[in-house]
């Protein structure tokens, strides 16, 4: 059965190719339905490679299987392979069970758009780029996957293209990917130099003779692929930009799959990292100061995708402090839930922005919850989940996460708990502002019924929040400024699936006893020792664990006292709306002494040296040959004395040679 | 006074310097082909005196392929000729010097 391994990456691929050469022709909702079932079904493909895997003992669940000779060069052999063993497999089964799910939402999201086929035939390659980079056997075809998700993530940002800041927006993502692209492959080059290979089981053998530095320039160079990739710091600044994309994109690759990409990488080359110590206290501390760092900006966020998308680099900062700690089985617990409850905050925002006719900012939102009974409850066990209260998924992994961190240093579960109180804290706020207190929509229809000359007054604040997301058809702007209303079964069923998981996820990996710990002795077989064991006693583990609730509670409860009863003003400094200015640093840096560096490049160097090189060179044999050409008479007979010389010269030297 | 081979080499020698010296002093076309042919035919001549005093058929066998070539030669050589005085009567080689660099 492990030989169907295959038929996951290939599924989605013949669901790309299909909707290549008759998207338009099947149109909607054809398309999409074929997208959904290619999905569904490499993910029936996944469970089967799945049971085949469990068939085996527990330390022999690791199977490659190749499939041809990608480019043999030298000494470098690249092959097309899969590596199934228990990490890469669990990544691929949620990947497309997630997968599948956003897929069958984005049929009713993307209801009506024009170009619903396209949408679906990105979905796809995306799909299929995700699997490569999971069930990749080697560096390169990860890399190869990386970059497709990379380029996926780039046409779905910018799908709404005719809008300006959705092509900007688009444009920074694939910019800042090659940043973090640029580091991967160096890390490859070295991986290469080092050990004459690039295929993980290689690197896995070769690692533990690694020089120390070696090893530590490797992961450091991994991470900063990793923190392109994952959105850390300071290479983040694409994911919330990334919001101008359909919010089915944002579920699946901007919260779920692609962006743990990078945690994926960490934890795929364990035994790399536990040959660089030094490497593992910088992934730790990137992570923790991206975790509160992204916190502190979703508290001041309107838009209600922003929120989430800040919220999700922080979530990925737990992720890269687990990894950092050696807890790698709390980074992809970490991973698994939040994708159940991220997926579902953000297929639930999109419900919301569906339902209010494309309206993201949520001050223009409120009690919508007796309007949109089943995206609110939904979206509150989401809620619940993030914010770490017991017994809903994201508790169990976030404590394990700040279990390990206390056990790494208690600086580092320090800032975890900050980061975790402030989750608490902005996430309350988003719920109270969209699904409860005073319905403001209203407020904004009455304004649209006074007259066109007031719509201009409501720009400024359209304009402080994300552009709002028109789709561009007519269905919509049909029965715009209408009360808003819950979205169609397609669009809540994977939101309930997803709540349900949201809820039960945590059983995943319960800390009780060792049996329960489902995950744990699942993944075993791919750490083994470089696993970081907690050594803090279980009445430890119990305060840790009261602590962390606690504080999730004194959040939510912060989060009402400000935002429902109103009862302290809320503070939301404009600094951190600005997002610390970072992307303001970034823009003055780039324009300022950037261009002026890149300016002295082109003006100084390229013009002058390596033209100077091109054009001397072309002068040089100009006017070697404007002397030369004077021999060049045209007249025969000079020519006919140029062979008489040669030919007497020959019989001189002829003769010379004969005499002496 | 019996005629060795030396004569024949001294006379191939003699119509080769005649035929090149020619060649590059006159600037009738028609002469100067009459020079090559002068040339080709003083190779020849030797070619053949070496042939017979080295009692090698190789020898003769060359002179076959130079008259060869050399009648290839004259057949296109003579066609230039011919096309460029028809355009141009009383010209000289040095009035064709687009070679010129």
């Not at chain 1, 993201?360 to 066990?381: N, S």
């Not at chain 1, 109270?432 to 006074?450: D, I, L, Q, S």
């Not at chain 1, 997301?469 to 079964?489: Q, V, W």
């Not at chain 1, 696993?531 to 583990?541: C, F, Q």
């Amino acid at each position: 059965m492990l030989d169907l391994v295959w038929l996951i990456p290939a599924l989605p691929l013949a669901g790309f190719l299909l909707l290549v050469l008759f998207g338009r022709r099947l149109g909607e909702p054809l398309a999409g339905w074929l997208a959904t079932l290619m999905v569904a079904g490499s993910f029936v493909a996944t469970l089967i490679v799945y049971v085949g895997l469990l068939d085996r003992h527990h330390d022999e669940r690791v199977f490659t299987q190749t499939l041809f000779q990608w480019m043999p060069v030298g000494n470098l052999g690249v092959d097309i392979a899969f590596l199934v063993d228990p990490l890469s497999l669990t990544m691929a089964l949620f990947v497309t069970g997630i997968g599948s799910l956003i897929h069958l939402y984005a049929i009713g999201y993307m209801h009506g758009d024009e170009r619903f086929s396209k949408f679906f035939l990105y979905l796809n390659l995306f799909a299929f780029s995700m699997l490569m980079l999971v069930l990749g056997d080697n560096l390169l075809v990860t890399f190869l996957g990386w970059e497709g998700v990379g380029a996926c993530s780039y046409f779905l940002i910018s799908f709404w293209f005719t809008r300006e800041s959705a092509a900007v927006a688009g444009k920074k993502a694939f910019v800042t990917n090659r940043v973090g692209d640029w580091g991967f492959m160096v890390a490859m080059f070295l991986t290469f130099a080092a050990i004459g290979s690039l295929d993980y089981l290689d690197l896995f053998a070769e690692a533990e003779g690694l020089a120390e530095s070696t090893a530590t320039f490797i992961a450091l160079m991994l991470l900063v692929g990793a923190a392109g990739k994952s959105a850390q710091l300071p290479l983040y600044v694409w994911l919330p930009d990334a919001m101008e994309g359909p919010t089915p994109v944002s579920a699946l690759i901007h919260a779920a799959t692609m962006v743990t990409a990078g945690v994926y990488l960490m934890c795929r080359v364990n035994p790399l990292l536990a040959a660089a110590p030094d490497a593992m206290w910088v992934i730790a501390i990137v992570g923790a100061a991206t975790a509160l760092f992204a916190a502190t900006i979703a508290v001041a966020q309107n838009d209600i995708k922003k929120v989430l998308a800040y919220s999700t680099i922080s979530q990925l900062g737990y992720m890269f402090l687990a990894v950092g700690s050696g807890a790698y089985v709390a980074a992809v617990f970490h991973m698994v839930t939040h994708a159940f409850f991220k997926a579902l905050l953000f297929l639930g925002s999109g419900s919301v922005i569906h339902g209010m006719h494309d309206e993201q900012d949520m001050r223009r939102m409120g009690a919508l919850r007796k309007l949109m009974p089943i995206t609110a409850g939904t979206f509150i066990v989401g809620w619940l989940a993030i914010a770490g209260v017991p017994p809903f998924a994201g508790f169990w992994s976030k404590d394990e996460i700040l279990l390990y961190a206390w056990e790494k240093s208690p600086v580092l579960w320090a800032v975890g708990l900050v980061t975790a109180l402030l989750t608490a804290y902005y996430m309350t706020r988003q719920v109270v502002m969209v699904f409860f207190g005073r319905p403001r929509w209203e407020e904004e229809a009455e304004h649209a019924r006074v007259g066109p000359a007031e719509e201009h007054a409501q720009e400024p604040v359209a304009a402080s929040g994300a552009a709002a997301e028109l789709h561009g058809d007519a269905a919509h702007g049909g029965h715009g400024g209408g009360r808003p209303h819950e979205s169609p079964p397609i669009m809540w069923i994977p939101l309930v699936v997803l709540a349900v998981l949201s809820v039960v996820g945590g059983a995943l990996n319960l800390p009780f006893t060792s049996d329960l710990m489902v995950l744990e002795h699942w993944l075993e077989p791919v750490f083994g020792e470089h696993l970081a064991h907690a050594h803090v006693s279980t009445a430890g583990k119990w305060t840790l664990a009261i602590i962390a609730t606690v504080t999730s509670l004194v959040g939510i409860a912060l989060g009402c006292l400000v935002y429902e009863r109103r009862k302290v003003k809320a503070v939301e400094p404009k600094v951190l709306e600005q997002g610390w200015y970072v992307d303001a640093t970034y823009a003055a840096a780039v324009d300022g002494p950037g261009r002026a560096g890149f300016d002295l490049v082109t003006t100084g160097l390229d013009a002058k040296i390596v033209d100077g090189a091109v054009n001397g060179s072309a002068g040089l044999v100009r006017m070697i040959g404007s002397r030369i050409r004077r021999l060049e008479t045209g007249f025969v007979r000079n020519y006919a004395l140029g062979v008489a010389i040669g030919a007497v010269g020959l019989l001189g030297w002829f003769v010379s040679r004969a005499v002496v | 006074m019996e005629v060795t081979s030396t004569w024949y080499l001294v006379l191939g020698a003699l119509i080769f310097g005649i035929g090149s010296v020619g060649l590059m002093v006159r600037r009738n076309p028609l002469v100067m082909f009459m020079c090559i042919e002068l040339m080709l035919n003083a190779v020849n001549l030797t070619f053949v005196t070496f042939a017979r005093s080295l009692d090698d058929v190789a020898g003769q066998t060359v002179v076959f392929f130079v008259l060869v070539v050399a009648a290839a030669e004259v057949t296109v050589g003579l066609g230039i000729i011919v096309a460029i005085l028809r355009r141009r009567p009383q010209a000289t080689v040095d009035d064709v010097s687009l070679m010129k660099g």
